[in-house]
């Protein structure tokens, strides 16, 4: 269930017991990939996951800024402060409180927002105050391999998803994220070691591998909504 | 130009010189309408302004979540503190100092939002930090009709933008926004005055209609965008 | 009774189960009215209320300054951040939690604060912490008329309640609050559309005039108290 | 010059350069004393300083609730966090830059408020985005005695000022602040330590001595506003 | 028991019931004391005390940065702000909560500490949701002496602590804290009346001092905290 | 130069460029290996680092407080949350601008830290309003291995550091930080998969063994220094 195009009536009979936040992130991917790349695909494991899986289940609307200042020196990167955005989120949970939701899972599609993600949901999760729990989960997480930052196994997914919206994939002028030397972080931004944005060679991404790349981690999501489903846990542990 | 599919090359090329920010919100509208109506009318309303206007603009991803805590006790609502919108919005638009940007425009689908978003638009405006000006604009100020809440205008709007999100349109238990007596606030959330969360009439809502206002009021953001452009400004006066 | 000149044990007698908080502001009100107009209202309004009321109420001291930017560029004027006010009075009110007093009712002299203070109320109203109920009332929202700025109707009250601190009432450099165009806020200051600050005509205003105004709001404070008052309320309802 | 009661107008043509700001509090001032004590004498402290000053000064509203959580458990007593009174009157004091005034005067009434007040002076006067200076004062600090609370010098000065709020003056149940042993506090509220509330005995205060103390704090401010006066200060050193 | 040097399995056997804070500052103390003065001094304190008390307690690690502001022209001073203070011991004493620690005093060794940290025990300590009590103590509380600042007895105390930091003690450009005329501060920072900021001579200070100074408070600590252990307190009053 | 033993003189005379941060936690650490493990091995680093670089530095008081929720079911352990973190630091890098100081670099101690010190240092570099520029650098990123947590690696460097304060070394009850199931954290707290808290198996470890660890991580340190050292980055480049 979407719940931007639902009616209150339609969600207080579906009284979902799962809600899925996708949080993207608008900031420069390299000269071929969009800058809405990571709210695009979080939007999308969500709305596949939600249809794919056997919960009462809700997709809240995806928030698309997050914490990308280091991408700040490309046109078209927006971000927000980590505690800006710990929250917005905290406010759009809490008014899922004393509802039917018992779980919040934030669909995380940047890794700038993991930490903050992860601290929230601790936080929410141990409040007295609130009757639900709050994961974090990142679909980079649910892949084996490196995915770089519009390098090819994001680039393959964008293919995938909304191939008109894709350039003509490049090589990242990094081929990994090359910030820390001997300890300490050296480039605190990302154009002073990739001049075009991208980390990694996406010039061999195709829209089958994206395909697979995306069933895999829709597959982990709905796998992860499952485990920490709290009636499912309950009659099972 | 819509920044979310765009690349960060396409935003460099590009140039754009004014900003518009769709800010909605999620919560009830009557047993017909979705929950994001003010998102998505916002969200559309943007989109046409940018195609028809001539000048060179962005249209910055939505935010869906605003200040609706009356709405609070209907399921499907979300809401945000005014302080947490404030900063979201202001980090939102501090990303865009120092680009090409010198107007933004919000362009606001949700009356909640409209105290708050005008107090920032004069704190930006006025703030010596940024080289942008910001104005508040909202698409309910610009019909010179009552709005309603999921009333006879708002739903004929959505009746023309996505009307298989729309189910039949109702009375709603409230004519009109009855919450004041003897100039106090009696009734501090929607439930207390509208049983079924609708504000007015809708049963007559048609999507001819909706047409007519929709192109009317993406005409006024038209005009409105024209006039505070800077550098039309420039050579104007 | 006025609890600025009372001691905590004439407090302890009295029992006071309704507290007024008079908010105002500190704005330039033309060239004839006194920059506190909005105080001295808001005050004089609640002290008169609650010596006609046949509830046990108590009056807080008054708050001088609201949130009133948009008259920043007149000397004179002082304003607070929305947040800032928030914090300050809700401090103010978290003080009155478990004492004797079970409503608080915000007395508000100026429109600027009036959004801030509506969310407040609520979240006050809400708290689970918190054993009160809070409302929102304004004497702007008790008249039938349009009350305009430094105009007709507040320079009368004026004239009625503080004669000595009013010149000689002048026409506002513009007749109604002229700062929307195409439903975007085109005026963000005051100085902008009104030269003296002033908006609607004072010059035929009458203590007379503004004596009835004042009987009929304070008549409808009153009323609105009763109303709210929470031992009445289950008694009657 | 008072500002309430001046138009904008008028300060202009005042042009003033000197703002006294009147801090007081909402306390508990044992049985005799009203709980307004402190905003009352630092109020009428400005306002005389004011009068006898030959310096361009304007009197800014009071403002009436201070920190003040000790006497919490005394009725009728109000209170803000530190953090809150700094946010009021440093937005306050904003208002004032790029105004005539270049100095900001604290008058504060209110021991509880000092340790905020001197912070808050010292940062904006240090504050590079703002054009003026600010500083603390203290009645207490400027009468050689001790001041006690609600014991003899304060009560003879509400003789002298406002004899028709004072109650029959009794001895406090405490003659000194008995809460610090061994270095540590051990009475975190005043009830632990004085159960009428009164700190030194009232009963001999009189008009006549409260009228003597009142004009030799006068004429400290009086002194001290000279000295921190910035034309002053620039002509004599 | 020191707490950085125990493993939390020995905290767990320890169970201690009472915990001490020690809050210092780094801030200039003239040219012969170290920055670290109070820290040293409060750190020092406390692990005396815990050592010669029977009672159960843990030694939490000092903070070393307090609020310093007016000796902030001297090299060497870090501050932070008060609510940036208040903030961090509040989270750590949180830390504390549902935990075998049922009293928490801070030990400050810093003046400019002691308002953030009185105004934060009683919130703590009144705090429903936290199930222990706070206290504040400081040194130069339990000294009847003036201590002044890197006057005779603070050098006493570190020529008896740690005599290889301390340099020839001199006399101090000032005698008292001089920094108030007419009952308003007049001076802001230490430099404007002390330009080697001391404040005292401290040339005749000696070790053997220092120490019975040094054994004198950490006895009045000890007391102290024998007072207000909560398991002594019920089963004694 | 230690700051907290040095005076204001000897921090003028020594006019350093660069200053170390050492940032810890005090968190539970196995069985075997004290709470203040990070802060520990933090300040030696910092300390060691100091020595042996020919730059003009000082090293700060350490912080021994940091972000630690997810140990907090654990005896002994403390955290404050990434915004008080956050806020603490600033407050006091904000101490050192306008001083010799060019150059702040975090030495940080727990993994935990490390998101906020590197966004924060990102935010100071940028400041318009500071001269200097931060870095963040972490021990863990200095070596090649895994270092765990109480693991083989951070065991023995206490075993060279000291050895008195650390236990009979113990496997963890995980080998690796277990916490991420398909993409998802399943576990929010180390109890929940590691019983005594330790992960990694330090059984193993020796002071040998610590003390190469130790100058590895002490010889990066001090190469970063130099890298970044903005003198010499100027003549370099």
């Not at 800058?35 to 794919?52: C, Q, Y």
């Not at 929250?87 to 927002?113: A, P």
């Not at 390098?151 to 998803?161: C, F, I, N, S």
């Amino acid at each position: 269930m979407q719940l931007e195009t639902s009616s209150w009536t339609e969600v207080e009979d579906g009284a979902p017991t799962t809600a899925l936040l996708p949080v993207g992130s608008t900031e420069q991917h390299g000269p071929h990939a969009p800058v809405g790349t990571d709210t695009i695909i979080a939007r999308s494991i969500a709305a596949d996951a939600d249809r794919e899986s056997s919960l009462d289940a809700v997709v809240l609307p995806s928030l698309p800024v997050g914490v990308a200042p280091y991408h700040g020196r490309f046109p078209g990167t927006l971000s927000v402060s980590p505690e800006t955005l710990r929250r917005y989120v905290r406010d759009v949970v809490e008014s899922l409180s004393e509802t039917s939701i018992e779980t919040v899972v934030f669909v995380n599609g940047h890794g700038g927002n993991g930490d903050t993600l992860a601290q929230l949901a601790r936080e929410l999760t141990e409040s007295p105050s609130l009757d639900l729990e709050a994961y974090r989960w990142e679909w980079m997480r649910a892949v084996d391999d490196h995915v770089g930052h519009a390098g090819e196994l994001e680039t393959a997914v964008l293919l995938h998803l909304c191939p008109d919206d894709v350039g003509e994939p490049v090589a990242g002028d990094a081929m990994s994220w090359d910030d820390t030397v001997d300890g300490g972080t050296i480039h605190q931004f990302t154009d002073e070691f990739s001049e075009n944005g991208a980390v990694g060679d996406a010039t061999g991404a195709t829209a089958e591998q994206g395909k697979r790349v995306f069933e895999t981690v829709v597959d982990a999501l709905v796998s992860f909504l499952e485990r920490v489903d709290s009636s499912t846990g309950e009659s099972d542990e």
